[in-house]
């Protein structure tokens, strides 16, 4: 059974790089593609960007400047850096795997971490 | 982008009720719609993928139905367990956009 935990700071200060952090347990990852998403306080879901098993990565193009997503399968984990971090950077950001059906394109957000909270203020 | 709809934003219901919520999208997306169940302070949960399929292990009252830009969820028999917000997300094409959130409350 796969699972999913983020881990990181929870408050960054302004113009400040947000590091997170997402350690897949029970599975190997380069078998996966996997997803960031993040939801602000009280409002719906937005999606980060994606890094496939190749390591090739697509981001959200509302952040692409400022997101980069990476793999480290020596230790099972992916990780998101956000730079230039505002107040409306602050959410609880998400990990999540896609996971499909019978055909490549048919994805979705099968397995989801907790979720963790992030801050920004300084 | 495409913009994901949904409606109502909040509607309120009876155990045992009938629930349809309903999701547009901007363009055609074919049938790449999920849906998911989100409880307060918990992370979204798939219950549906490419419009009908139903997620492993989430109970048969849960359907989906739709194609093109129109879709819906429905809710047979409202359990005490589903009052919860409920997210359309398309995944036809980047980037992957969610719908607005719709929150079944108890009546």
């Known amino acids: 059974q796969v699972q999913l935990q983020e881990s990181g700071p929870g408050l960054v200060k302004p113009s400040e790089t947000l590091s997170l952090t997402c350690t897949v347990s029970?599975?190997?990852?380069?078998?996966?593609?996997w997803s960031w998403i993040r939801q602000p306080p009280g409002k719906g879901l937005e999606w980060i960007g994606y890094?496939?098993?190749?390591?090739?990565?697509n981001y959200n193009p509302s952040l692409n400047s400022r997101v980069t997503i990476s793999v480290d399968t020596s230790k099972n984990q992916f990780s998101l850096k956000l730079s230039s971090v505002t107040a409306a950077d602050t959410a609880v950001y998400y990990c999540?795997?896609?996971?499909?059906?019978?055909?490549?394109?048919?994805?979705?957000?099968?397995?989801w971490g907790q979720g963790t909270k992030v801050t920004v203020s300084s | 982008d495409i913009q994901m709809t949904q409606s109502p934003s909040s509607l309120s219901a009876s155990v045992g009720d009938r629930v349809t919520i309903t999701c547009r999208a901007s363009?055609?997306?074919?049938?790449?719609l999920n849906w998911y169940q989100q409880k307060p302070g918990k992370a979204p949960k798939l219950l549906i993928y490419?419009?009908?399929t139903l997620q492993s292990g989430v109970p048969s009252r849960f359907s989906g139905s739709g194609s093109g830009t129109d879709f819906t969820l429905t809710i047979s028999s409202l359990q005490p367990e589903d009052f919860a917000t409920y997210y359309c997300?398309?995944?036809?094409?980047?980037?992957?956009?969610f719908g607005q959130g719709t929150k079944v409350e108890i009546k």
């Open positions: 363009q055609s997306i074919t049938t790449y």
């Open positions: 999540a795997r896609i996971g499909r059906g019978s055909s490549w394109i048919e994805e979705a957000f099968d397995i």
């Open positions: 490419t419009a009908s």
């Open positions: 997300q398309q995944s036809y094409s980047a980037p992957r956009t």
């Open positions: 890094i496939f098993n190749s390591g090739s990565t």
């Open positions: 029970g599975g190997f990852i380069r078998n996966y593609d």
